[in-house]
């Protein structure tokens, strides 16, 4: 193992606040041959002079322009890879991490024994001991499943063995297969899914990953989180699908993927959200051309492919409507012959309604002759208890039950609101329905030239945004 050199490449950005904890552990790992590389994509925060002036260990690539995640690393990537003393096994490091004793020496043993092995990925932890990551498998939308996530980590995943990826956090990968696949795919700009595909394609070279739990973490996470909004839900959904579009078979797309995923469409009721991922599909139908050369030459397929590929965006493009906003209470889709029944929301305030006001009620009694007398003691013995403790809690309840309505009447009118978004959402797309056509046009016309340009080996093209 000692032969092995090691290049550990932190891509940075902003990361003044967590570059010391990150840097300080790492430099401390007891390894005998292993440099750090610290790619900094234009930080504002004065990240590269703190490299500069209190780790002069560490070897700085400033670039011009924020490069995102795989672009940083390539960088690193490229400069581990070269000179006289290239990297045996270079390491992906987050900024915000902060390795434990043996991480390193955890990672490049198992890439010294088998050269199998292509990849290897570490346990990463968050900071109260809890289990973040300990490899991962896919579900049939590309969601991962980080195993282990949340878990007190009592060693019930302490034993290595094969996973679906590794996460990017701390990922491993030995020269062999580097030089097999090449760097990231920096069309997942500006970051998601990146490092997945590198896994996919380091699997499909004929090496194996490896969770690594011997090689530990804790990750202090301070990366930026998805928020729901537009901003954030469309480039994680461009993402998803490019990584979907690039590795999947078109069987499996259409009968795992594509059932999954309306589904999935018909529960979501955020107009952000949906116009994200409808953006998301739009991408990916004008850029299609590329894409089916990159699965001609990566999966085999053949370019007439196209069609069912498009057929399939522009399907789930149609899939979200109005009906997902006020659902049939039956639960069935309306029909013209069956007009939709009213939703439960709208039910529930009809009666809220109907009972929101509670209001007296005189006693009664059907006994024969001493009825009246019963009557009148009732309301005479409560006529005090009445006054001073049952009518205030009456019209407490009568307050209560106003402000439920109320909140009722908001939700009901928030709807309407969210649907109101769609339906502007869905009116200016036209624009995007419009371009597609023309793109449409051009991808048959090229798809009928039977060279349809030079054979394409790497990544698939990106034409740029609309």
Same mark, same amino acid.
Request: hydrophobic share 45%; glycine share 8%; charged share 20%.
């Given at each position: 193992m000692?032969?092995l050199?090691?290049?550990v490449?932190?891509?940075?950005?902003?990361g003044?606040?967590?570059?010391?904890? $990150?840097?300080?552990?790492?430099?401390?790992?007891?390894?005998?041959?292993?440099?750090?590389?610290a790619?900094?994509?234009?930080?504002?925060?004065g990240?590269?002079?703190?490299?500069?002036?209190?780790?002069?260990a560490v070897t700085?690539?400033?670039?011009p322009?924020?490069?995102g995640? &795989?672009?940083? $690393?390539?960088?690193g990537?490229?400069?581990?890879?070269?000179?006289e003393r290239p990297a045996?096994?270079?390491?992906?490091l987050?900024q915000?991490t902060?390795?434990q004793?043996?991480?390193l020496?955890?990672?490049?043993a198992?890439?010294?024994?088998?050269?199998?092995i292509?990849?290897?990925?570490?346990?990463?932890?968050y900071?109260d001991?809890?289990?973040?990551?300990?490899?991962a498998? =896919?579900?049939p939308?590309v969601?991962?499943?980080?195993?282990?996530?949340g878990?007190p980590d009592t060693?019930?995943?302490?034993?290595?063995?094969?996973?679906?990826?590794?996460s990017?956090?701390?990922?491993?990968?030995s020269r062999g297969a580097y030089?097999?696949?090449?760097g990231?795919d920096?069309? *997942?700009?500006l970051v998601?899914?990146?490092d997945?595909d590198?896994c996919?394609r380091?699997?499909?070279?004929? *090496?194996?990953?490896?969770y690594?739990?011997?090689?530990?973490?804790?990750?202090?996470?301070r990366s930026?989180?998805?928020?729901?909004?537009?901003?954030s839900?469309?480039?994680y959904?461009?993402?998803? @699908?490019?990584?979907? #579009?690039?590795?999947w078979?078109l069987?499996? #797309?259409?009968?795992?993927?594509?059932?999954?995923?309306k589904?999935?469409l018909?529960?979501?009721?955020?107009?952000?959200?949906?116009a994200?991922?409808?953006?998301?599909?739009?991408?990916?139908l004008?850029?299609l051309?590329?894409?089916?050369?990159?699965?001609?030459? *990566?999966?085999?397929e053949?370019?007439?492919?196209?069609?069912?590929?498009?057929?399939? =965006?522009?399907?789930?493009?149609?899939?979200?409507?109005?009906?997902?906003?006020f659902?049939?209470?039956?639960g069935?889709?309306?029909t013209?012959?069956k007009?939709?029944a009213?939703?439960?929301?709208?039910?529930?305030?009809?009666?809220a309604?109907?009972?929101?006001?509670?209001?007296?009620?005189p006693?009664h009694?059907?006994v024969p002759v001493?009825?009246p007398?019963i009557?009148?003691f009732?309301?005479?013995?409560?006529?005090?208890?009445?006054k001073? *403790?049952?009518?205030? @809690?009456?019209?407490q309840?009568?307050?209560?039950?106003?402000?439920? =309505?109320?909140?009722?009447?908001q939700?009901v009118q928030?709807?309407?609101?969210l649907?109101?978004?769609?339906?502007e959402?869905?009116?200016e797309?036209?624009?995007?329905?419009?371009?597609?056509t023309?793109?449409v046009?051009?991808?048959?016309?090229r798809l009928?030239?039977?060279?349809?340009?030079? &054979?394409v080996?790497?990544?698939p093209g990106?034409?740029?945004?609309?």
């Amino acid at each position: 193992m000692a032969d092995l050199r090691a290049a550990v490449i932190i891509p940075v950005w902003n990361g003044r606040a967590d570059l010391p904890r $990150c840097l300080d552990a790492l430099l401390a790992q007891d390894y005998p041959d292993f440099q750090v590389i610290a790619v900094d994509n234009a930080s504002d925060d004065g990240s590269a002079d703190l490299i500069v002036a209190d780790y002069p260990a560490v070897t700085l690539l400033r670039q011009p322009a924020n490069l995102g995640f &795989a672009g940083a $690393c390539n960088a690193g990537l490229r400069h581990a890879s070269a000179g006289e003393r290239p990297a045996d096994v270079m390491i992906l490091l987050n900024q915000d991490t902060e390795v434990q004793p043996g991480w390193l020496a955890g990672l490049v043993a198992p890439l010294a024994s088998d050269p199998g092995i292509g990849m290897t990925g570490s346990k990463a932890l968050y900071p109260d001991g809890t289990i973040q990551h300990a490899g991962a498998a =896919l579900d049939p939308q590309v969601g991962g499943q980080h195993r282990g996530l949340g878990e007190p980590d009592t060693g019930q995943w302490d034993q290595p063995g094969d996973a679906d990826f590794l996460s990017g956090v701390s990922l491993a990968i030995s020269r062999g297969a580097y030089e097999a696949v090449g760097g990231l795919d920096e069309g *997942f700009s500006l970051v998601y899914f990146e490092d997945v595909d590198w896994c996919y394609r380091v699997r499909a070279a004929g *090496f194996r990953l490896l969770y690594a739990p011997d090689s530990a973490l804790i990750h202090h996470e301070r990366s930026a989180q998805a928020d729901g909004s537009y901003a954030s839900v469309y480039p994680y959904q461009r993402n998803r @699908l490019r990584l979907l #579009l690039k590795h999947w078979p078109l069987e499996r #797309l259409l009968n795992e993927f594509a059932p999954a995923e309306k589904a999935w469409l018909q529960r979501q009721l955020s107009a952000e959200f949906v116009a994200g991922v409808h953006r998301a599909y739009l991408y990916h139908l004008l850029n299609l051309d590329g894409m089916l050369r990159w699965r001609r030459d *990566f999966l085999g397929e053949p370019l007439s492919n196209g069609d069912a590929l498009a057929a399939m =965006l522009m399907d789930l493009r149609t899939v979200y409507s109005l009906a997902a906003i006020f659902p049939p209470a039956d639960g069935q889709p309306a029909t013209d012959e069956k007009p939709a029944a009213p939703t439960r929301l709208e039910a529930l305030l009809a009666e809220a309604k109907a009972q929101a006001r509670i209001t007296p009620r005189p006693f009664h009694s059907d006994v024969p002759v001493i009825g009246p007398l019963i009557v009148w003691f009732r309301n005479a013995w409560n006529q005090v208890a009445t006054k001073w *403790f049952v009518l205030p @809690l009456v019209e407490q309840q009568n307050a209560y039950n106003s402000a439920l =309505l109320q909140a009722l009447e908001q939700a009901v009118q928030d709807r309407e609101r969210l649907a109101a978004t769609l339906v502007e959402y869905n009116s200016e797309s036209g624009r995007d329905l419009a371009e597609l056509t023309n793109e449409v046009r051009k991808l048959r016309a090229r798809l009928a030239d039977p060279e349809m340009g030079d &054979a394409v080996r790497t990544q698939p093209g990106d034409r740029g945004e609309s």
